[in-house]
C-alpha cells in the first residue's frame, strides 16, 4: 500500500490543528459564559464608626486563616484555609501565644481532608465541616467535645445532599444541639443551597438549591489585593450562599450569598419542616436589606447580624429592619473572612487574604505572610454565632 503524499498529510495535520484550535476556543467560550463576565459592586460602607487602632491582633500564622470559632470561656480556634492546599494540621487551638494542633495532628490526618468551617454550640462542642476537595472526596461533619477533646460526633455526607462540586464551608448549630445548618457554596457546580442536618437522625438534605436567594448574580469582587477574576479573565469569583448565622432565640437563620445584593432570613422552623417544598419555603424568605459583597456573619444578641464586606476590609452590621451601619474598616484587612463573636463582647474578624491562596503558589502564599485573626467590640456585647 502507497503512502499518502506529503501534501495529503500536510492537510490532515493542518486540519487536525485547527480542529484542536476550534475545540479550545469552545471550551473558553463556555467557560467565560459560564464562570465569567460581571459588573462593579458600589460600595455600601459608610464612615466606620470605631477607628482602626479600635483592631487587635490575636492571632498571627504563617499560613493563611480560614475560618475561627471562640468558645464562651475564649477558647479560640481556626482553620487553615484549604486553598492555600496546608501541608500539615489544618486545624489549630490558639493557646498562650502559640499554635497548637487540635485535634493532635495524626487523628487530623486520619479524619480531615478540606476542613474550613468551624462553630462551637452551647455545650462546647466544635463543630468543623469538611468540604471533600469539593465533593470529590468525601464530606464530612465532625464534632469534638472541648472538655476532653474527644470526637464526638461524625457524619459522611451521601452525594445526594454533598454532589461532586459542592462546598459546604460554613455552618451554624442551635441551642439544643439539634440541627446543624450548613452552606453550599457550590461555585464549580453552579447550585449553591442550604442544607439541614438533623443530629439525631443523622439526616441531611439540601433546600433552596438554585433559589435567586441563594444565586450569585453577575458581580465582580474588586478586593483590596486585586479583582477576583483568573485565566486573563475568562474566569470570576462569583460565590452562591456563603455567610449564615443563627439568632441566639433560635428563631432566625440569616444567609447571604457573597455576589448577591441582598441579605436573607428564614424562620429555623420553617427549615426543620420537611413537609415544605422548595417553592413553599421560598416564599417565607424574608429580603431583610441591601448588603457588601460579604463572606461571614455573626448574630449578636440584640437582634442585629454583622457582616464582613470582602471588598473594603470592613465589618457591618444590619439590624432586623435592614438599617445598615459600618462598625469598622481598615487597610490592615486584606480579605475579611468569617466572623464569630467571642465572651466579654469581642468580635473575632478572620482575615484569610484570600487573593494570595487561591490558584497561587506555595512560593506566594509564603511570601505574602504573615495572616491575622484580629479582634474589636461592636459595643453592643454579648455571646452569639452559635
Given at each position: 500500500m502507497s503512502s499518502p503524499a506529503p501534501g495529503a498529510r500536510t492537510a490532515r495535520v493542518?486540519?487536525?490543528?485547527?480542529?484542536?484550535?476550534?475545540?479550545?476556543v469552545l471550551a473558553v467560550v463556555g467557560v467565560r459564559l459560564r464562570y465569567g463576565g460581571g459588573e462593579p459592586y458600589p460600595d455600601v460602607t459608610?464612615?466606620?464608626?470605631?477607628?482602626?487602632?479600635?483592631?487587635?491582633?490575636?492571632?498571627?500564622?504563617?499560613?493563611?486563616i480560614g475560618n475561627v470559632a471562640v468558645s464562651s470561656t475564649g477558647r479560640l480556634f481556626y482553620t487553615?484555609?484549604?486553598?492555600?492546599?496546608?501541608?500539615?494540621?489544618?486545624?489549630?487551638?490558639?493557646?498562650?501565644?502559640?499554635?497548637?494542633?487540635?485535634?493532635?495532628?495524626?487523628?487530623?490526618?486520619?479524619?480531615?481532608?478540606?476542613v474550613l468551617g468551624v462553630t462551637i454550640d452551647r455545650r462546647d462542642w466544635l463543630w468543623v465541616i469538611d468540604h471533600g476537595n469539593h465533593g470529590l472526596g468525601v464530606p464530612r461533619l465532625l464534632a469534638f467535645e472541648l472538655s476532653t477533646g474527644h470526637l464526638a460526633h461524625e457524619f459522611d455526607f451521601p452525594p445526594q445532599v454533598a454532589p461532586p462540586g459542592s462546598f459546604l464551608q460554613d455552618l451554624r448549630v442551635d441551642s439544643k444541639g439539634e440541627t446543624v445548618f450548613i452552606a453550599d457554596v457550590g461555585f464549580w457546580r453552579r447550585s449553591p443551597a442550604l442544607v439541614i442536618y438533623d443530629v439525631a437522625k443523622k439526616q441531611a438534605r439540601r433546600v433552596l438549591e438554585k433559589h435567586d436567594s441563594v444565586f450569585p448574580r453577575d458581580f465582580i469582587i474588586r478586593s483590596p489585593l486585586k479583582d477576583m477574576v483568573f485565566?486573563?479573565?475568562?474566569?470570576?469569583?462569583?460565590?452562591?450562599?456563603?455567610?449564615?448565622a443563627l439568632d441566639p432565640t433560635d428563631e432566625w437563620l440569616w444567609f447571604a450569598a457573597m455576589s448577591h445584593d441582598t441579605m436573607y432570613r428564614v424562620r429555623a422552623a420553617d427549615l426543620r419542616d420537611t413537609s415544605l417544598d422548595d417553592e413553599a419555603l421560598g416564599q417565607r424568605l424574608q429580603a431583610v436589606g441591601r448588603k457588601p459583597l460579604n463572606d461571614g456573619l455573626s448574630a449578636d444578641t440584640a437582634g442585629n447580624v454583622l457582616m464582613t464586606d470582602v471588598e473594603h476590609g470592613a465589618v457591618l452590621r444590619m439590624s432586623p429592619e435592614g438599617r445598615l451601619e459600618t462598625l469598622v474598616k481598615s487597610p490592615r484587612i486584606r480579605w475579611a473572612d468569617a466572623i464569630n463573636h467571642g465572651p466579654d463582647g469581642w468580635l473575632y474578624v478572620a482575615d484569610s487574604a484570600l487573593p494570595h491562596s487561591m490558584l497561587q503558589s506555595r512560593e506566594h502564599i509564603q511570601a505574602n505572610g504573615p495572616y491575622f485573626i484580629w479582634r474589636f467590640k461592636p459595643g453592643i456585647g454579648g455571646i452569639a454565632g452559635m
Open positions: 493542518f486540519k487536525a490543528v485547527i480542529a484542536g484550535v476550534g475545540l479550545l459608610g464612615m466606620p464608626l470605631l477607628p482602626d487602632s479600635a483592631l487587635e491582633e490575636v492571632v498571627r500564622s504563617a499560613e493563611p487553615i484555609h484549604p486553598e492555600s492546599r496546608p501541608q500539615g494540621a489544618k486545624l489549630w487551638e490558639w493557646v498562650d501565644g502559640k499554635a497548637v494542633p487540635f485535634p493532635a495532628e495524626p487523628l487530623q490526618k486520619k479524619l480531615f481532608d478540606t485565566f486573563g479573565g475568562v474566569a470570576a469569583l462569583k460565590c452562591g450562599v456563603d455567610g449564615i
